[in-house]
């Protein structure tokens, strides 16, 4: 059955790095787009990133472009997302989730349980 | 990257019908077929009830259904059950190469 295990969340102070991961079992990673969305404690969602099946493309949402950098190595069936110059608004569960499709969609089928991050001093 | 427009909250009694809209713009939701609907329950992952505007996946039960008109995509769910008491989520792509998601409602079964 596919799965998708967030790992990497935690207590992180303001300023710092963090690198969640998301692994992936069940079916052929290689063969999907990926993309991280995260919520707020009490909030909606919001898309954070996506990349290729491949890892050729990755578009992220404005607000953070440049200090998130979403990555995967399809030989360990894992995808990453480094989060730097973190802030107290980047507190959020951070869920991956599998795109239908081997790019870009809105058809995500597959999500994982979440990684919770909490950016306090 | 405006989000969606979604009512907070709809309510309705075991049985009746309800319908939950999403506003957006000629950049995203009146621009392409790929409006979804995630449902999601108090502490767990969001689930995938609707996408493409109007398909469902297997194993999503006919209840739940889409539409669009113009800049406007809707979800209904029929025969309302206990069960379906969640915050529902629209997310469409957007011009800017980015996704962009509805503010959710929560739907109350009374």
């Known amino acids: 059955q596919v799965q998708l295990v967030e790992s990497g969340g935690g207590v992180v102070q303001p300023g710092r790095s963090l690198r969640l991961s998301c692994a992936a079992s069940g079916f052929t990673f290689s063969n999907h787009g990926m993309h991280w969305v995260r919520q707020a404690p009490g909030k909606g969602l919001e898309w954070v990133a996506v990349i290729w099946y491949d890892g050729s493309n990755k578009y992220y949402v404005d607000s953070l472009k440049g200090r998130f950098t979403i990555s995967r190595d399809n030989s360990k069936n894992t995808l990453y997302l480094q989060m730097n110059s973190l802030r107290a608004e980047d507190t959020a569960v951070y869920y991956c989730?599998?795109?239908?499709?081997?790019?870009?969609?809105?058809?995500?089928?597959?999500w994982g349980q979440g990684t919770l991050v909490s950016v306090s001093s | 990257q405006s989000a969606l427009t979604q009512p907070a909250s709809v309510s309705g009694s075991p049985g009746q019908s309800i319908t939950i809209s999403c506003s957006g713009t000629?950049?995203?939701?009146?621009?392409?077929?790929?409006v979804s609907w995630y449902q999601q329950h108090p502490g767990k992952a969001p689930k995938l009830m609707i996408y493409?505007?109007?398909k469902r996946p297997s194993g999503i039960s006919n209840r739940f259904s889409g539409s669009k008109s113009g800049n406007t995509a809707s979800l209904t769910i029929s025969g309302l059950q206990a069960g379906d008491e969640a915050d529902y989520y629209c997310?469409?792509?957007?011009?800017?190469?980015?996704?962009?998601f509805g503010t959710g409602t929560k739907v109350t079964v009374l």
């Open positions: 493409e505007d109007t």
């Open positions: 997310c469409s792509y957007s011009s800017s190469l980015s996704v962009v």
């Open positions: 989730a599998r795109d239908r499709s081997y790019g870009y969609s809105t058809t995500w089928d597959y």
């Open positions: 000629n950049s995203d939701v009146g621009s392409y077929n790929l």
